[in-house]
Nanobody, 135 residues
Framework: QAHVAESGGGSVQTGGSLKLVCTVF????????IGWFRQRPGKEREGVAS???????SYADSVKGRFTISRDPAKNTAYLEMNNLKPEDTGMYYC?????????????????????????????WGQGKLVSVSS
């Protein structure tokens, strides 16, 4: 059965860097749109970055210039590199994957406009990894 799982994350001080890895199981990641979402304390789950279609990348305004999403189809993985981390980046980070085109567009839009996303909105979700940034 297809699913995704995150690894990486952890704790870092302000200005530090962390990397998250999303591994796709049971289906080729090349057939999927990949998104990174986060849920910060007291807030709804929000889109952070997405990789849609043949290479359309989008970021939330709050992470532009600091976070980078990428993918390696040969390893069936996607990555989120996070630099210059701030305490407000603290939260649970989730990888989501989607095969249906309309939902891929919705994923992209969710990221761009900073909308919230429910845990059932896209086909595959990981369990989440904690990112903690101390001041």
């Amino acid at each position: 059965q297809a699913h995704v799982a995150e690894s990486g994350g952890g704790s870092v001080q302000t200005g530090g860097s962390l990397k998250l890895v999303c591994t796709v199981f049971g289906v080729s990641s090349s057939d999927l749109c990949i998104g990174w979402f986060r849920q910060r304390p007291g807030k709804e789950r929000e889109g952070v970055a997405s990789f849609v279609g043949g290479g359309t990348i989008s970021y939330a305004d709050s992470v532009k210039g600091r976070f980078t999403i990428s993918r390696d189809p040969a390893k069936n993985t996607a990555y989120l590199e996070m630099n210059n981390l701030k305490p407000e980046d603290t939260g649970m980070y989730y990888c989501a994957a989607e095969s249906r085109f309309p939902e891929c567009i919705r994923m992209q839009t969710t990221v761009i406009v900073g909308a919230s996303a429910s845990a059932t909105e896209f086909q595959f979700w990981g369990q989440g990894k904690l990112v903690s940034v101390s001041s």
